[in-house]
């Protein structure tokens, strides 16, 4: 790159380099100006006039002058005005010396060029929606001529070398000029090198951590467009790229191409073109989706006020705190200050791609100047994430995923201030202060945002009126101010301020200026002003003036209308500033008799006349004493005085009308005023709205402390209001209704426990409370208060299985609290001094407590009175502030360790007797140590019951040996400071640790060279640490309450290749009848005051505070539970309302005898031991039959370290049930292969893939919302059927439901998806319903005949329907206070339709209802009378599928018809006096026939959109249709083989694969789409094998592509791709064709019978050349060919192949086909003991050559041993043998890496590295792994197990 383009890089903003604005280098010409684009946000320049060559910019100003930009892409940032014309000009000088023209313009109607002008007509387009839009996209072209009424702002980018090469065969140079001439607004022009994209900012692709391709980059900020949330860059605007690289798009022309619009979706007004019949080809399938993709994908537009996606939040990375040696950058502590200037740089360290940051103890914020006069900010931002350096020049190994953990969510709220809290311009977002972090919340879904990088807690906030500027100030002596991007959650910018107590900032309404408050060094009230005008641009933040003064300022802010006016009010002051001559001049308002009063807060008056100065306001100032002053703010003079005074009480109790006359009045802490209203909020707890004359209170919201902040949002719907007390919530003007966002502690938070079992966590606080939160709503649930500060609680811990907490307080008190019935158990006074831990046993049987005077007390929780049983003395190390960890329990519940009796030691205890048995002397375990060592924290190891951690004062952790005492090992320089808390993960992998404010991740094995990870946020120190029960969370407190979620995968996962987290499994069914014990726990009694294992039910109610007159505390219950009986007849601890969190517990039957629970519902009653048969229909689902079972020791690869990858699943499970789902508004596909479960984009046919079963899925259902998908499977030999729950958002498995010993035939959710219903099959007849919320079991249903299908009505919650056998049954759901039943009412079918199975059912309206037989007839029924008042025969067939909606009815059935149907005139047809069913014959006319589509398979699935137009259709074959009755068309959108595959190999050009299978097909498939290119069928034949045709240019340079398949008949067929045609057919074998390979070089084909002879074939004529005999009377296995040297091993040929039959023989063979030579150079015959009697086959005799090791053949059949075997033909022996677990029946090897993969009927497919015997395992398959095959360069490898295709990346071991 020449120097002079060198300043070029990365990019030339035209309109800044020519400075523009100034219009000294750049001339323009008649009506050109500026202007604020309301979508851009930002001024533009506009060029407007009726002549375009009259109104112009030109650039350079002369045309003598050239701008000399020699980058290749012109960026040019326009839009056209609308229904103008408009022209551009582009001279750009080329290298032979000559200038070229290129115009643009919407006038030109045809390209036109010379040698030295082109000229390109523009096509413009219109905003996506609107009716030009359409006009264009049905036209194919944009819109000729003028541009539309409401065009885009588009993006146009010019390849300018591109342009001259290929138009005028010149060589690009530079950029000459540019004529921007009328009707348009321009934005900015760009230079550069570089493609950018312009849907990927700078801050997105650092957040995103992706690689771009080399010459390509985000879209810098000078060109960014603004995308609100939600939306998408390129539904907004338009991105043309000029030329197009789309091959279709014509060159002749500038528009909007099919690549511009990628990313966006095509409305669905677009039909789709139906293609006419023709041969099949390589690119039909392909032709066929993108016309599918149109329709299928796009929304409705009646429904885009649905369902919304979610927004996901950037996940945080963790930050390594180590040294910087970064020097380069100017921001660099190091690098602070600049010497001789009065300029403080300040580091960048909080760039969005950082999320966490290490709180500075060298003090990198710290001001070095002693200058309080002069100073500036320089804009920190950095281009990228801030990286601290390490040490080692080398990459060092780290743990992984990094990071390991991200904040989810945090409770609480204030911490240095309880008044900051502002709305976001839309009023959907709260943003308030947590201490050291800012939360923006969403209201509507509370979802948090955090902006995370304050190091102490902020004091203050601010928000300008668009919501794009956040600034924030933080505590200190010397306090910071950070700004941010609101939208991003980057910080732009830190300000130190030289200032301490800064607790005031103030945003202009623009967000051009900001002013804060503080305190200087002489602890004067400070005010400054920075002018923040360019801070979003990169700018700097000057300071525009400040004033020291001796007043107190309670608030202060910028008036709206006046960016450099302000006002502040306090104690004894209103006063009134502006900025004037650079500095800060106020005007105190004369208050009169008022000037001793205390002012908190002001508000202007708002709206505004016409005829008034936009000043002329009045200024609404509130005081402590409850006088409200309204002040003319032009006079600076008081217009009126009011009075809050307090309420009357009357003897009626009620609440008088508040008055403003003399008296003691109430303190107003906040006051707000919009166009309707005022509000207030005052000391006494009300929040108050009033008119603007305040003549009454219209509404009022009383709260449990003062109200310290009162926020009214945009638009005046919502009032926010803070408390003292840490309560956040907001009011709804409309419907009046209060909802509280959050509540929090008020000072730290010491310790917490967790409820794995109900998701709940309880705190216990510094403020004398002890608080029960929901995990998943966030909202307090219960708040236990202490009135007594002598008897404050201190610790608590959760009862790990019954509802209730113990509580130990300071007065040496422990109590234990029920939960559920908001009662104190028991309590205890055996401690002297405060209770500093209290702990459960992990079995629940025993609870210790451990005090500040050293007294232990053992108490057993198995009895609810928690009975005493031995209290030691003396024994605990005495002190207060412990910590919870100072006792721990062993997870066998057997050993007690604690630190004690003196901080040097740690005693373990027997923990059921508290009888001694060891004692470990801390201090003198380091003997080099100089100083005496003590014991902090105790901690057991979860996986070795003999290893106890010990965290220690000389901040190091100790592994002792609890049986000996011995140490270990030992980790030293834990943290900066000793360690708090520490907590280890169930499978011991993770070790958690608290250091002050900082939490550690470790690796437990130490093995790394960096073995932990550092996460900062809270602001004070981290009192606790502890994983979740499911250990997919962290949790922390010590400020406030933060919930982290857990990204490492759980050991128990790694078990299978499963890449979503697998839940516990709920099995209700083992629930027992009578009373039964767990671990010695009554979980049912007699008696109900004891019987405490309730579960809680969906609703929760309000309940006002009371006290507790007899006890410590009293509770004000947020929210109390309602209880719903379970379906058993016993009670038990209520189910999560989060599986990840679920407690699997078995529970025991007393006897054998089945019982019917009392609540649990029988429609009719009948005996287990009753066998049912199967139904006459095909609507039952029957599990494929299957001899394999899933391996139970199979072996996972480690996180992150898997050799294989699921890439793609090809093929449709045709044997399900209702197992496809697709939602046509949000475009969510869903269906299942085997047991998997596959989302699939049809945008981009990408997959992503589900785990979770391990047997076939038999039907899916998805709620009404999209947001979750159930997947149900049959059982196995070993366990229930399973129903897993899905979450849409990530895919993880949240529930797994196990209660159906059979398989489940239907699923299905409620209307209002609160409920979920699962039907079993044939062989139990039972209907489950369960809740949503927490999925636990409500109720069952028995019954007594077979039931097909179930479906909730669509318009009320209550109601179901469920049909079988010769009947319909109408099903209510009734919930009562503690039950749920299902009160059924069986119909039976009417006359007219005999005998016969309901096999299909819909609903059309609330009272219509359809159902179809497998006679083919339908019955129309009416829901309110119960009576079928209609039937037609609607097929020969079973109806399998009914759809209805509207006057459209679709029938589909085991005829393969799919049918649809005119239902207008039923609705109208009604007949109550007739009680019998009237019948309606063929010649009717009330139903009429429309349309008829024949597919290739039975109809079991199939989902319409609303108006029943387009819809996707499931057939047993396999397939999945896109129907479009429009055009009555039918596509073929997923295609499988319905039967067993027996073979799939890969070409060896990597372009296709090709399967074939007992169907007698034969599949060739694009590898890059998986798409089906072309099928070859035969029919009443089995294709048993199948080849490729050797590389183009091996024997013939120009032969064609070709596939063999070797067929049941004996004949192999030779079909040609190009031509999809059968070229040859020969029969070498008179019976099945086994085995089939071209040679090498492609003379022959080789093919083996089932007989054991070799067929050698010519596969140009078909004539048989040779045939071997040596297999005879075993069938051949495997035919497998390779090359050879000429005379390698003595003999003489090019060519080595190997043939192997089932009888263990593999025989070796040279050959030079063209000298007609074929020679046996080797003959293996492998040893096997006598076949087991039973009668299973044996497994296959497999080999191939090894093609790592050559002259090596792989082996592997029925032996001795379970081993692969590698022998070698140059030595003649055996090399290495590998184990095996069970017998392959597939090999493959791999040509890299030296792998090889085996399948095995265990239904796992083994990965193995022939070297070394490494191995993975991977259990995706639901059968028998029967086939394998590596692609030839090993980057793939294929399997097969019955009709699944699986393709696997390779990534190697």
Same mark, same amino acid.
């Given at each position: ?126 905003? @996506? ?272 995923? /990094? ?65 794009? $500027? ?819 958002? /990530? ?5 797994? $439901? ?37 999925? @636990? ?11 097909? /299908? ?73 829901? /309110? ?197 059968? @070229? ?230």
């Amino acid at each position: 790159m020449s120097s002079r383009a060198l300043w070029q890089q990365p990019y030339v903003n035209i309109f800044k380099h020519m400075r523009i604005e100034e219009w000294k280098k750049v001339n323009k010409e008649g009506d050109v100006a500026t202007y604020m684009d309301k979508t851009l946000k930002c001024s533009v320049f506009r060029i407007r006039g009726s002549i375009p060559a009259s109104n112009y910019i030109l650039l350079p100003k002369t045309s003598s002058q050239s701008l000399g930009l020699t980058g290749r892409y012109l960026y040019l940032l326009f839009r056209p005005s609308p229904n103008k014309h408009f022209i551009v000009h582009i001279d750009i000088g080329a290298e032979e010396g000559q200038v070229i023209r290129v115009s643009f313009s919407n006038m030109f109607k045809e390209f036109k060029s010379t040698a030295t002008w082109l000229q390109f007509p523009f096509l413009c387009g219109a905003t @996506e929606g609107s009716v030009y839009e359409k006009t264009a996209r049905t036209a194919k072209q944009g819109l000729v001529g003028p541009a539309p009424l409401n065009p885009c702002w588009t993006c146009l980018m010019m390849d300018l070398r591109y342009v001259l090469s290929v138009y005028l065969k010149r060589t690009h140079s530079h950029l000459k000029s540019i004529k921007l001439c009328a009707n348009m607004s321009v934005k900015n022009i760009i230079a550069s090198d570089l493609l950018f994209d312009p849907g990927l900012s700078f801050s997105e692709f650092r957040q995103a951590g992706m690689v771009l391709p080399e010459g390509t980059a985000p879209m810098p900020r000078e060109m960014c467009f603004p995308v609100p949330k939600g939306q998408s860059w390129h539904q907004l605007y338009d991105y043309i790229r000029f030329p197009s690289d789309g091959a279709k798009l014509p060159f002749d022309s500038i528009q909007k191409g099919s690549n511009s619009t990628a990313k966006t979706e095509t409305p669905a007004e677009q039909s789709p073109q139906r293609e006419n019949s023709h041969t099949v080809g390589v690119s039909k399938a392909v032709q066929e989706r993108i016309s599918l993709i149109q329709q299928i994908t796009t929304p409705k537009p009646t429904s885009t006020a649905k369902q919304q996606s979610a927004v996901k939040t950037t996940s945080l990375p963790e930050v390594i705190y180590t040294p910087s040696e970064r020097s380069e950058s100017s921001g660099s502590p190091d690098h602070r200050s600049l010497a001789g200037e009065g300029v403080r740089v300040v580091c960048g360290a909080d760039d969005d791609g950082v999320h966490v940051y290490a709180r500075c103890d060298d003090g990198v914020y710290s001001d070095t100047t002693h200058s309080e006069e002069e100073f500036t900010v320089i804009n920190a931002h950095s281009p990228r994430p801030v990286t601290l350096c390490c040490d080692k020049p080398k990459q060092p190994q780290k743990m992984f995923p /990094d990071p390991i953990l991200k904040l989810n969510r945090i409770i609480g709220f204030g911490g240095a201030t309880m008044r900051c809290a502002v709305w976001s311009s839309d009023g959907e977002e709260v943003v308030y202060p947590c201490h050291a972090i800012i939360i923006s919340m969403t209201v509507s879904s509370q979802h948090q945002r955090f902006f995370i990088g304050h190091t102490n807690k902020v004091s203050a906030l601010a928000l300008n009126a668009a919501s794009t $500027l956040l600034a924030s100030a933080q505590t200190g002596s010397n306090s910071l101010i950070r700004l941010w991007s609101f939208r991003d959650g980057v910080c732009q910018t830190i300000i130190p301020t030289n200032m301490h107590a800064l607790h005031l900032l103030s945003l202009s309404h623009s967000g051009s200026s900001l002013s804060g408050v503080g305190k200087d060094s002489h602890n004067k009230t400070m005010l400054i002003l920075w002018n923040t005008r360019h801070v979003t641009g990169g700018g700097v933040v000057p300071l525009v003036a400040k004033a020291h003064m001796d007043v107190d300022i309670q608030m202060m802010k910028i008036t709206f209308f006046d960016d450099t006016r302000m006002v502040s009010c306090g104690v004894g002051n209103i006063r009134l500033w502006r900025v004037h001559g650079g500095s800060l001049r106020s005007c105190p308002v004369n208050l009169g008799e008022y000037h001793s009063l205390e002012f908190t807060d002001f508000a202007f008056e708002q709206g505004h006349a016409q005829d008034r100065p936009v000043d002329d306001r009045t200024l609404f100032v509130s005081s402590r004493s409850g006088h409200i002053l309204e002040i003319d703010y032009i006079a600076m003079a008081i217009k009126n005085i009011r009075r809050l005074l307090p309420a009357q009480e009357s003897h009626a109790h009620r609440r008088e009308k508040q008055t403003f006359s003399t008296g003691d009045g109430i303190a107003v802490n906040s006051i707000n005023v919009c166009d309707e209203f005022c509000v207030t909020g005052s000391e006494d707890g009300f929040m108050r709205l009033w008119p603007l004359d305040f003549s009454s209170v219209f509404l009022e919201a009383e709260h449990e402390g003062p109200v310290s902040l009162v926020c009214v949002s945009s638009g005046s719907s919502r009032v926010l209001a803070a408390t003292t007390r840490g309560n956040l919530g907001y009011l709804d003007v409309g419907s009046r209704g209060y909802h509280t966002l959050m509540r929090s502690h008020t000072t730290s938070v010491l310790g917490f426990s967790v409820d794995g079992i109900r998701r709940r966590v309880t705190t216990v606080s510094k403020d004398s409370t002890v608080r029960v939160w929901d995990m998943d709503t966030m909202q307090q649930l219960y708040d236990f208060v202490s009135d007594d500060d002598d008897d404050r609680p201190c610790s608590v811990a959760f009862h790990p299985i019954m509802p209730f907490f113990a509580c130990g307080s300071s007065s040496g008190t422990v109590r234990v609290f029920d939960i559920q019935s908001s009662s104190l158990i028991i309590q205890h006074s055996q401690h002297s001094g405060s209770v500093e831990c209290v702990i459960y046993s992990p079995d629940g049987q025993w609870l210790f407590s451990a005090g500040s005077l050293g007294y232990l007390a053992l108490y057993r929780a198995s009895q609810q009175d928690h009975h005493v049983v031995r209290v030691l003395g003396n024994v605990v190390a005495q002190g207060v502030n412990h910590g919870p960890d100072i006792l721990a329990v062993s997870s066998d519940s057997r050993c007690l360790a604690f630190v004690g009796p003196t901080e040097y030691t740690v005693t373990i205890m027997e923990a059921h007797t508290l009888n001694e048995l060891l004692r470990i002397d801390v201090s003198i375990l380091d003997v080099e140590s100089s100083t005496l060592d003590s014991a902090l924290n105790v901690c057991f190891s979860p996986t070795s019951l003999s290893h106890l951690l010990i965290t220690t004062s000389a901040n190091k952790i100790l592994w002792i040996n609890t049986h000996t005492g011995q140490l270990l090992r030992q980790v030293s320089e834990v943290h900066k400071r000793h360690c708090v808390s520490l907590a280890l993960s169930e499978d011991g992998r993770y070790l958690l640790t608290t250091g002050q404010n900082s939490l550690k991740v470790w690796d437990c094995n130490m093995h790394l060279d960096v073995n932990s990870q550092v996460f900062i946020g809270h602001s004070e120190v981290i009192r606790q640490v502890r994983f979740t029960p499911d250990q997919r969370g962290v949790v922390t407190v010590g400020d406030a309450l933060f919930l982290w979620d857990f990204l490492a995968q759980p050991q128990e996962d790694e078990r299978t290749p499963s890449p979503t987290h697998r839940a516990p499994v709920i099995s209700p069914r083992r629930l027992a009848h009578n009373s039964v014990e767990v671990n010695g726990f009554p979980l049912a009694s007699e008696k109900p005051q004891e019987a405490s294992l309730l579960t809680s039910s969906l609703l929760v109610m309000n309940r006002s505070a009371g006290k507790d007159s007899e006890g410590f505390l009293h509770m004000c219950d947020s929210t109390a539970e309602l209880h719903l009986k379970t379906t058993t007849g016993h009670t038990h601890s209520p189910s999560p309302k989060h599986a990840s969190f679920l407690r699997v517990t078995e529970w025991v039957r007393d006897n054998d005898t089945p019982t019917t629970p009392t609540n649990q519902s029988r429609a009719e009653t009948m005996g287990e031991s009753r066998t049912q048969m199967r139904p006459d229909c095909y609507k039952h689902f029957t599990p494929r039959f299957k001899i394999s079972a899933l391996d139970q020791t199979i072996i996972a690869p480690p996180p992150g370290q898997a050799g294989l990858s699921l890439k793609a699943v090809i093929g449709y499970n045709g044997n399900g049930r209702n197992n496809m789902v697709w939602n046509p508004d949000t475009g969510l596909f869903v269906y299942s292969c085997g047991c998997i479960v596959v989302v699939e984009d049809l945008h981009t046919g990408s997959q992503k893939h589900w785990f979770g079963h391990t047997e076939e899925i038999s039907t899916l259902a998805l709620t009404h919302d999209a947001q979750m998908v159930a997947s149900a499977s049959g059982s196995g030999a070993s366990h229930s059927s399973l129903i897993c729950i899905w979450k849409v958002s /990530d895919g993880s498995c949240s529930n797994r $439901l196990s209660y159906h010993k059979g398989a489940v035939q239907s699923v299905a959710f409620s209307r209002d998806d609160m409920y979920f219903m699962s039907l079993g099959d044939f062989s139990e007849a039972v209907v489950a319903l369960w809740s949503t919320r927490s999925f @636990e079991l409500l109720c069952t249903v028995q019954m007594s005949i077979p039931l097909h /299908d179930a479906a909730f009505c669509p318009f009320t919650a209550n109601e179901l329907m469920l049909i079988g056998s010769e009947a319909v049954f109408f099903t209510n759901l009734q919930s009562h206070e503690h039950s749920t039943e299902l009160q059924v009412q069986r119909v039976g079918i009417p006359d007219e339709v005999g005998r016969a199975e309901v096999t299909s059912l819909c609903y059309n309206t609330r009272r219509i209802l359809y159902t179809g037989t497998n006679s083919g007839r339908v019955c129309v029924w009416d829901c /309110d009378t119960q009576r079928c008042f209609m039937t037609w025969e609607a097929d020969v067939g079973e109806i399998g599928v009914l759809l209805c909606s509207g006057n459209k009815l679709i029938t589909g059935s085991n005829s393969k018809k799919l049918r649809l149907w005119s239902i207008a005139s039923v609705q109208n047809l009604t007949n109550p006096n007739n009680k019998k069913s009237s019948a309606l014959h063929d010649g009717n006319t009330q139903v009429r026939l429309e349309q008829e589509l024949l597919l290739d398979g039975t109809v079991i699935s199939a989902t319409f959109d609303d108006v029943m137009d387009m819809g996707i259709v499931g057939t047993t074959a396999g397939t999945l249709w896109y129907i479009n009755w429009a055009d009555s068309s039918s596509i073929r959108l997923i295609s499988g083989h319905k039967t067993k595959v027996n073979g799939v190999v890969c070409s060896p050009d990597e372009r296709h694969f090709v399967t074939c299978g007992q169907d007698g097909s034969v599949r060739v498939w694009a590898l890059q789409s998986n798409e089906l290119l072309v099928q070859f069928q035969v029919l009443n034949q089995s294709c048993e094998c199948v080849c490729w045709s050797p590389p183009r240019g091996v024997y013939e340079p120009g032969g064609r592509v070709c596939v063999a398949g070797g067929y049941s008949d004996g004949t192999v067929r030779i079909f040609s791709l190009e031509s999809s045609e059968m @070229e040859l057919k020969l029969k070498p074998h008179p019976v099945a064709v086994c085995a089939l390979q071209y040679s090498h070089y492609g003379h022959v084909l080789l093919s083996g019978g089932r007989d054991g002879l070799i067929t050698v074939s010519s596969p140009v004529t078909g004539v048989i050349v040779r045939t071997l005999r040596d297999h005879k009377g075993a069938h051949i296995t495997t035919v497998q060919c390779t090359s050879k040297q000429y005379k390698e091993f003595g003999l003489e040929g090019n060519e080595l192949w190997l043939a192997v039959s089932a009888d263990r023989r593999v025989s070796i063979w040279t050959a030079d086909w063209t000298k007609e030579k074929c020679e046996l150079l080797d003959w293996l015959t492998f040893p096997a003991p006598n076949p087991p009697e039973d009668s299973h086959p044996l497994p296959p005799s497999l080999a191939a050559f090894s093609p790592s090791e050559r002259g090596v053949v792989v082996y592997t059949g029925y032996a001795v041993e379970k081993e692969i075997i590698f022998y070698c033909l140059y030595k003649k022996q055996v090399l290495r043998t590998i184990s095996l677990s069970d017998w392959p029946l597939c090999l493959s090897l791999c040509s890299t890496g030296r792998l090889l993969a085996v399948g095995s009927n265990k239904r796992v497919l083994k990965l193995i590295h022939s070297a070394s015997g490494r191995f993975q395992d991977f259990s995706s398959h639901s059968d028998s792994v029967d086939a394998c095959g590596f692609s030839w360069s090993g980057s793939r490898l294929f399997t097969a197990a019955h009709n699944e295709l699986l393709l696997w990346a390779v990534h190697g071991l």
